[in-house]
Nanobody, 121 residues
Framework: DVQLQASGGGLVQAGGSLRLSCAAS????????IGWFRQAPGKEREGVSC????????YYADSVKGRFTSSTDNAKNTVYLQMNSLKPEDTAVYYC??????????????WGQGTQVTVSS
């Protein structure tokens, strides 16, 4: 079974940093792009990033560009999201998922339990 488990969330002050991890299993890691999306109460789901496990090419949402960096450790089947200069508006539950580019934007499939990120002002 496809499993993607996010971890690493927490409470941080504005301007701080967190690193999220996504452990993937049940599929050939190198064949897929893995991304992050977030869901805040009362807001639409927002795609944050999508990184190709094969060549490292990465998409970032404009709202996080320059502050967030995604990377992969293919030996560990793990994707990371380094989040710097965090803002209160980054507060959300973050999920990792397989991602793909479509004509309507990035789509996310097969996500597991998310991890809560709370940024205090």
């Amino acid at each position: 079974d496809v499993q993607l488990q996010a971890s690493g969330g927490g409470l941080v002050q504005a301007g701080g940093s967190l690193r999220l991890s996504c452990a993937a299993s049940g599929f050939t890691f190198d064949d897929y792009a893995i991304g992050w999306f977030r869901q805040a109460p009362g807001k639409e789901r927002e795609g944050v990033s999508c990184i190709s496990s094969s060549d490292g090419s990465t998409y970032y949402a404009d709202s996080v560009k320059g502050r967030f960096t995604s990377s992969t450790d293919n030996a560990k089947n793990t994707v990371y999201l380094q989040m710097n200069s965090l803002k209160p508006e980054d507060t959300a539950v973050y999920y990792c998922a397989q991602c793909r580019s479509t004509e309507w934007g990035y789509e996310y499939d097969y996500w597991g339990q998310g991890t809560q990120v709370t940024v205090s002002s």
